[in-house]
């Protein structure tokens, strides 16, 4: 429970990173006398970003604020492990397309964060794993033994 709590948290730090970054590229990058950042698609895709990283950050608080209380559940922690791991690997995508060709290169943390979080997506439980213990704790009924 514990490395999965911390692996909530750092979902959000990956996040806030590449977010930060998308943006500050898409203020720069120009295309056609100006930068990406006006064009619609990369908009939404930022807006995206951020609606990924807030909610993380709220379920990480609240995480620890359940933690702090000493109410924390096994499955909340499951809550936050999938949600915010999620949250980070589609954030790397989103941050990565932004980025275009550069985002392969290793000028940006895109790249990094998006082969980072496919590995975290599968280790202390993996995404489908979280889903099976998620959906006993909603229906009362384990999908395994």
């Not at 590449?18 to 930022?46: H, M, N």
């Amino acid at each position: 429970n514990r490395a999965r709590y911390g692996i909530a948290w750092g979902g959000v730090g990956s996040m806030l990173a590449t977010y930060e970054e998308a943006l500050r590229y898409a203020g720069t990058r120009k295309q056609f006398d100006r930068p990406i950042a006006s064009f619609q698609l990369v908009q939404r895709k930022l807006v995206e970003m951020l609606s990924y990283l807030t909610h993380g950050q709220l379920t990480a608080l609240r995480l620890g604020r359940l933690k702090d209380a000493g109410t924390l559940h096994h499955s909340m922690i499951s809550f936050g492990k999938r949600n915010n791991i999620l949250g980070a690997r589609e954030c790397a995508k989103l941050g990565r397309e932004i980025l275009g060709a550069a985002g392969i290169c290793d000028d940006y943390q895109a790249m990094r964060h998006m082969m980072n979080i496919e590995s975290v997506y599968t280790y202390e439980g993996t995404h489908d794993i979280h889903t099976l213990i998620l959906g006993h704790e909603i229906t009362g009924v384990p999908a395994f033994s």
